[in-house]
DNA sequence: TATTGTTATACTCTATAACTATA
DNA sequence: TATAGTTATAGAGTATAACAATA
């Protein structure tokens, strides 16, 4: 049974039909992070401060795409479980430093493995050329959307 | 500046990427409904009715795929702006007849057009091509994803 | 069907503390 | 200095949506 038999008019709009597929994409993804114990935001933030390093809270939150103020809680659950570490700035005693633990970048690689094994999976349906195009085209519908101010 | 330099690895995920970009489109969409008063799971449902015609919600909820519990809500709010009426079926009276009413069909086409310009400009930096490939490789990865018993 | 509660995410508003710039 | 304005975090509250359990 395809998709289109549920909602006609609605699968005939690209962003109805882009936004219906990531919604899954996505619980598969949250559902396999859960796994090992990380909420997907929280899983986007190990692997941004593992890249690039220790830094501010508000730089990782926008960096992240998370708002400043959620940002907090996220800290919170993965500092309870020693996978990052927070310290004040001391050149600016306002501002935290977060740190990627030891044993933040082991849940991490684990994590990242999960990931690569449900995203081989959930991708087996599309070949190499369309996972390529795929990418470009959410890329750039991300980037114009963004530069369209929202 | 482009996407990928927040967050590079996660930028190679295309899974990531992917969800990343449909968020936004969602949000974007939200907006634009929002103008008119409804939620993007309220234009869904009055879709889905006028292209059926009258159904119960129970038939209902599995076409737009929103929970049987949740959509009770979203029925509350149609019906008490007068967009939906719900009748119990004579024949079963445990069941709700639901109908999209004139002014739910007239709100339904306002919405309608709010839409077909958000998503021109939304889509604008796609060519024809893309977006016959995201909404063919959307489908596909939805349709796969439902058969892998998600 | 409907209700209640939980979780995840995103957003708004406010509070506190600490920094910066200026009178 | 003293004051005003800004910034970084923190917390409370709200809204949408998906889901589970139950009446």
């Given at each position: 049974m395809s998709s289109p038999e549920y909602a006609p008019r609605l699968s005939r709009r690209p962003g109805f039909v882009f936004v219906r597929a990531a919604l899954r994409i996505r619980q598969i993804y949250a559902e396999a992070l859960a796994t090992v114990g990380l909420l997907p935001n929280q899983h986007a933030i190990l692997s941004t401060l593992d890249e690039l390093g220790p830094c501010h809270q508000k730089e990782l939150a926008q960096r992240v795409v998370v708002d400043q103020g959620d940002i907090v809680a996220y800290l919170d659950g993965l500092q309870h479980n020693g996978y990052i570490s927070r310290e004040r700035?001391?050149?600016?005693?306002r501002r935290q430093i977060v740190t990627i633990t030891d044993a933040g970048r082991e849940l991490l690689a684990e994590s990242d493995q999960v990931l690569d094994h449900i995203e081989a999976d959930t991708f087996s349906v599309l070949s190499d050329r369309e996972r390529a195009q795929l990418t470009r085209i959410s890329t750039r519908l991300y980037d114009g959307s963004d530069a369209a101010g929202h």
């Open positions: 700035d001391p050149k600016d005693r």
